[in-house]
């Protein structure tokens, strides 16, 4: 009668009394086995894991991304699959998106306000560069939000965090992929010839890719700390669109600010990927200047994520 | 053999408040900028800092199953992320030997979206099992889970319960080296909970080395060989589960063999009777925290009747350090019993024989209550007392000539006979 008057506890245990009625736990043996056999041969195996201190400094540590990459994989899978469900038309959007965002440019800078494009329709060179833009942009969004997003993984578990961005980017590449038929459906329509250029797209399409990680990381590990960039990212990626020769050809910009372009690795890449198309000679130099900011920009990105990355479950 | 883990000087800190709360933003940041030397001119230190952690030193050898317990906020979730390598210690260092596998939660890396099938996968990668390794063990995870008609179902549409047995045989089935658990087993209904419990043993008796943080002292002191008392950050003590366990329970509860209110208002009571002493006492009148577990002992009752014409009976009950309740005493004793009693102080003791319960810690939670003309409760205190039954190894108690752990708990000391039925001679010389 006491007891649901009071529901008495000791400490408060909730599962105590679900637990207790079974003997949880066969009676230990008087003396106790000689367990070592299977411990010798468990150290045998065994890795070893040294925790240092905060104040210890940054590792890379490549090999642990070796290590972990089938991670990538299932992080990239998620992603994809997550997006896609619940949604009618699904894998569909990846190939709608830019076809209406051509459609609009095309109407705008086709139509209304005449460019020249070179040899290039002007729908097949808007798509060729809103391919790979949508792809950076999406990607870099993506990644900056993937840690936030992510927060109960990184307080619960640990894994290398830098899957997290890197799978949006991978997810981003598999859009890429099929919204790719789009492009060459158009290049058919055109009669786009075939040249050995055209051997060149994976190299944009992986510079591109590298690009959006080395950025996509470094906005990733500075959001978590500092959450305004969540907010100020549409308006850089805005910007930045309209700093790159996505809509409209290099060739109009005026020859005092050709050396934004020259800075932009974005202009350079998406460039390149054009002249691949067309079979036009490509500008070596811009190119390899583009490359170089793309690795070193991911270098640098790397590093200060790694940086960030033991005081993320603290922070975020 | 070398330790499984080897903690060495840990400290984790933690800044709250201040000049760094969790994340600022530009602006904060810039402001902190030109205010920040002002700021230290006024206070000396522009931020509060909190030590989880301090200087916690341990090794634990392979094979061990090792509880941590403490209060919140003592550093126990801390301590494991530190080792799961979800955050780093803020100075020292840590060595672990084998592979690690976490449970800070259940259901780690769950996307609601996914189907079961497809969690399982994910989750797996997430805890470090590989793909071919999740592919040879999906059957059993599957099976383990008892949701083979929902594996291809989107776990958003799972009940709580298959959401977590889901999870828990992902886990399960990550045959660590080394595996640290935060409370995962406070999840799930009961037949599951006793799958989990047992699960753990199998996965003691393969020589992992276990960590276990829960405030579950039951499972603590039934799955442990040792126990680590964390308070404010450091180890307040260490070694078998029964005296940890026993000290937490004791420092935590501040409850020993005899507990005194002085102050009549601060007396638990109201104005028929306060309880003025408990206390745990031996037959030559001693009070003992420690009992013998042959001897028979007192619980007295020390308490003042303020108002006449009650009939009043104190009630004793008795848990022990898994939470499980003993039983439960009435006074039904005749010379007070339905009669009401004068305004005085009585002394009420109940004497609980030797050889009825079982070795191990102790609390009584008294009250006083009155049943007539309607039942009421006047007096109720809590972990009134805590004592130590100790069993003896002298052979003349209910354990004979065995000195291992025995379960249940009571231990009566009970007669056995065994006769002879036919003289077998030859067979045995």
């Keep these: ?316 | 053999m070398k330790p499984a883990i080897k903690i060495e000087n840990v400290s984790k800190r933690y800044r709250i408040g201040g000049l760094h709360p969790g994340y600022m933003t530009f602006r904060e940041m810039i402001g902190g900028v030109v205010t920040a030397p002002f700021r230290k001119l006024k206070s000396g230190n522009g931020h509060q800092t909190l030590w989880a952690l301090s200087d916690v030193n341990l090794e634990i050898g392979q094979g061990e199953l090792v509880g941590i317990i403490g209060r919140n906020g003592a550093g126990k979730s801390t301590l494991l992320k530190i080792l799961s390598r979800v955050t780093k210690p803020t100075t020292g260092e840590v060595e672990l030997l084998g592979r690690i596998g976490s449970l800070l939660e259940v259901g780690t890396g769950f996307h609601p979206d996914l189907t079961g099938r497809e969690n399982i996968f994910l989750s797996g990668a997430i805890l470090g099992m590989r793909r071919a390794e999740i592919e040879r063990k999906f059957d059993e995870i599957v099976a383990f889970s008892e949701l083979e008609k929902f594996i291809e179902t989107s776990v958003k549409w799972y009940s709580s319960g298959m959401y977590v047995r889901l999870a828990f045989s992902v886990a399960a089935h990550l045959e660590p080296e080394i595996l640290m658990m935060d409370e995962v087993l406070a999840v799930g209904d009961a037949a599951f909970q006793q799958k989990c419990l047992d699960k753990m043993h199998d996965i003691r008796g393969q020589g992992r080395t276990i960590l276990f943080v829960s405030h579950d002292m039951a499972a603590i002191t039934r799955l442990c060989k040792r126990v680590v008392l964390l308070e404010n950050g450091r180890i307040a003590c260490a070694g078998g589960p029964r005296e940890v366990v026993q000290h937490y329970l004791s420092s935590s509860l501040k409850t020993g063999a005899v507990r005194e209110w002085t102050k009549q208002t601060e007396a638990p009571g109201d104005e028929v009777v306060r309880l003025r002493r408990v206390r745990v006492r031996a037959e030559d009148g001693k009070t003992i925290p420690v009992v013998d577990i042959r001897k028979p002992f007192g619980i007295e009752l020390t308490y003042e009747v303020l108002d006449e014409g009650h009939a009043l009976v104190p009630v004793i009950e008795f848990y022990n350090e898994e939470g499980t309740e003993l039983f439960s005493t009435h006074d039904t004793n005749a010379q007070w019993r339905r009669l009401a009693r004068p305004r005085a102080t009585y002394t009420s003791t109940v004497w609980i024989p030797g050889n009825l319960l079982a070795e191990g810690s102790l609390v009584g939670h008294v009250s006083i209550m009155s049943h007539f003309p309607a039942t009421v409760l006047h007096a109720y205190e809590r972990n009134a007392v805590a004592f130590q039954i100790v069993d003896s190894p002298a052979g003349d108690s209910a354990r004979g000539d065995y000195i291992g752990p025995m379960p249940g708990v009571i231990r009566p000391l009970l007669n056995w006979s065994t006769e002879i039925n036919e003289t077998t001679g030859a067979n045995f010389k």
């Design chain 1, 1 to 316: 009668m006491l007891h649901g008057e009071l529901e008495l506890s000791l400490m408060d245990l909730e599962t105590s009394k679900a637990v207790t009625p079974k003997p949880a736990v066969t009676p230990a043996p008087a003396f106790p086995r000689a367990e070592s056999n299977l411990t010798e041969s468990a150290a045998a195996s065994a890795r070893r894991t040294r925790i240092k201190s905060e104040e210890a400094g940054v590792a890379l540590n490549l090999g642990e991304l070796w290590q972990y990459r089938e991670l990538l994989y299932f992080l990239t899978l998620r992603d994809i699959k997550v997006r896609y469900k619940q949604t009618l038309m699904g894998v569909a959007w990846v190939i709608i998106q830019p076809l209406l965002t051509v459609l609009i440019f095309t109407l705008v800078f086709n139509r209304f306000v005449r460019l020249d494009t070179g040899s290039l329709p002007y729908p097949l060179f808007a798509l060729s560069g809103l391919l790979l833009w949508l792809f950076f942009a999406n990607a870099v969004t993506n990644s900056t939000n993937s840690l936030l997003s992510n927060a109960n993984l990184i307080t619960k578990v640990y894994f290398p965090r830098l899957f997290i961005p890197a799978a949006s980017v991978a997810a981003g590449l598999v859009d890429l992929g099929v919204a790719f038929l789009l492009l060459i459906a158009l290049c058919i329509y055109y009669g786009v010839a075939l040249t050995l250029n055209l051997l060149l797209v994976p190299l944009f399409i992986l510079l591109m890719a590298l690009l959006a990680l080395g950025v996509g990381l470094l906005s990733a590990a500075l959001t978590v700390k500092y959450r305004d960039l969540r907010h100020a990212l549409p308006f850089i990626i805005q910007l930045w669109m309209f700093a790159s020769p996505v809509i409209y050809p290099a060739s109009v910009v005026p020859e005092k600010w050709k050396w934004l372009l020259l800075i932009n690795p974005v202009a350079g890449i998406i460039e390149g990927f054009r002249a691949s198309l067309t079979g036009r000679s490509f500008d070596w130099l811009h190119l390899s200047v583009s490359a170089a900011i793309t690795v070193t920009l991911l270098i640098f990105s790397v590093y200060v994520f790694r940086r960030f990355e033991d005081t993320f479950a603290d922070v975020i």
